[in-house]
């Protein structure tokens, strides 16, 4: 028998979204969830029959939680990762996993002396998009010749995402490393 991977959840917005698919997993099991907003945190654990954590810190105590998804904003990012690192949790973080290159190298130079016993994954979904397989199946037969140029847009088409909430208020956000990232991703692994 396959051992369960106990998941806790920061981050309530696309997060609600893992934490549904964690509770029709066979192979998961929702340890807690925890949002900033606590009519959140107590409506969504009503719904999915889970506890909820005031702090993240909280669900850093779960000692039965395998695996910490981080899909709180951008900016909180850095801090659950390192806490996380610290706390032997895998982690699986929306992008951007930070914000600058100083958080990045902190994060690096971290998980390197943990690298046998922590995990860190990424939300790189294009990759599994049809038409994006299709595309680099075609370029690695060489169906375009030399690749010596790229365009990309990401027409997310949400404006008030980027004017309201958390991403108009923070002096941190970016729409490169939003939605951004996605292009140069796919760039990269094309």
């Not at 969504?44 to 954590?53: E, G, Q, V």
């Not at 929306?94 to 100083?102: A, Q, T």
């Not at 790229?150 to 991403?167: A, C, M, P, S």
């Amino acid at each position: 028998m396959n051992k369960r991977i106990k998941v806790s959840i920061s981050g309530l917005g696309v997060g609600e979204k893992h934490a549904k698919f964690i509770k029709k997993n066979k192979n998961t099991k929702l340890i807690s969830i925890f949002d900033i907003d606590q009519k959140k945190n107590k409506k969504l654990s009503t719904k999915l029959k889970t506890i909820y954590a005031k702090n993240f810190k909280e669900i850093l105590k779960k000692k039965n939680s395998d695996l910490i998804i981080i899909a709180s904003p951008d900016h909180a990012h850095y801090k659950q990762i390192i806490q996380s690192i610290k706390n032997k949790k895998h982690i699986f973080v929306e992008k951007p996993i930070c914000n600058n290159l100083k958080e990045l190298k902190d994060i690096v130079k971290l998980w390197r002396k943990n690298r046998n016993k922590v995990k860190i994954r990424s939300n790189l979904i294009l990759r599994s998009s049809p038409l994006f397989q299709w595309l680099k199946k075609k370029i690695s037969q060489n169906y375009f010749g030399k690749i010596y140029s790229i365009d990309v847009e990401y027409l997310y088409g949400r404006l008030n995402k980027f004017t309201k909430g958390w991403r108009g208020n923070s002096k941190e956000y970016s729409p490169i490393n939003s939605g951004g990232s996605h292009m140069i991703d796919l760039a990269c692994w094309l």
